[in-house]
T-cell receptor, first 114, second 110 residues
């Protein structure tokens, strides 16, 4: 158990809908990362937050947004969903988000868009 | 970040050492080498990381060549539970994201 909690574990929805994925980091960790893993794209870095502020941005679509709340949990919002958004979404956390820190990953949310 | 090259797949016999190579010929002096693995569809798991010295922990050893252009992850006594995709990542100092490549799919066979 990495200590990172993601909910829900599975989510099935329809095209055009909006969903919210939730992540609680390990106790004491201030930084949260979001990744998307689809069969044809591998693990893609989406975005990183540190103590409520966006710190780094990767291949995140404009239809997607994220935030980190004062209690340090984070939410990834996916809107106007398309079939291609079906993927595993992972959250990871680290202490201060520094480059010499290891990331601890949650077990992921499997999103299926029908 | 420096690009890494790994073989797409490797096999290893149970109980033998698994040696997973990674080429990072464009690595810079301030870039760390990280290894993670992903078992089936679980979240990736940290294994080990290093800058220029060889490193060892309870899971594995990391051997980095003197010119730092390549490295090898060694699982000393592979078990069936080590079957996974292994990712080699180089991460530059002061760059906050961590980007994964395609990795090596290691299959440990009985």
């Amino acid at each position: 158990d990495s200590g990172v909690t993601q909910t829900p574990k599975h989510l099935i929805t329809a095209t055009g809908q909006r969903v919210t994925l939730r992540c609680s980091p390990r106790s004491g960790d201030l930084s949260v990362y979001w990744y998307q893993q689809s069969l044809d794209q591998g693990l893609q870095f989406l975005i990183q937050y540190y103590n409520g502020e966006e710190r780094a941005k990767g291949n995140i679509l404009e239809r997607f947004s994220a935030q980190q709340f004062p209690d340090l949990h984070s939410e990834l919002n996916l809107s106007s969903l398309e079939l291609g958004d079906s993927a595993l979404y992972f959250c990871a956390s680290s202490g201060r988000g520094g480059w010499n820190e290891k990331l601890f990953f949650g077990s992921g949310t499997q999103l299926s868009v029908l | 970040d420096a690009k890494t090259t790994q073989p797409p797949s490797m096999d290893c016999a149970e109980g033998r050492a698994a040696n997973l190579p990674c080429n990072h010929s464009t690595i810079s002096g301030n870039e760390y080498v990280y290894w993670y693995r992903q078992i089936h569809s679980q979240g990736p798991q940290y294994i080990i990381h290093g800058l220029k010295n060889n490193e060892t922990n309870e899971m594995a050893s990391l051997i980095i060549t003197e010119d730092r252009k390549s490295s090898t992850l060694i699982l000393p006594h592979a078990t069936l539970r080590d079957t996974a995709v292994y990712y080699c990542i180089v991460r530059v100092a002061n760059n906050n994201d961590m980007r994964f490549g395609a990795g090596t799919r290691l299959t440990v066979k009985p």
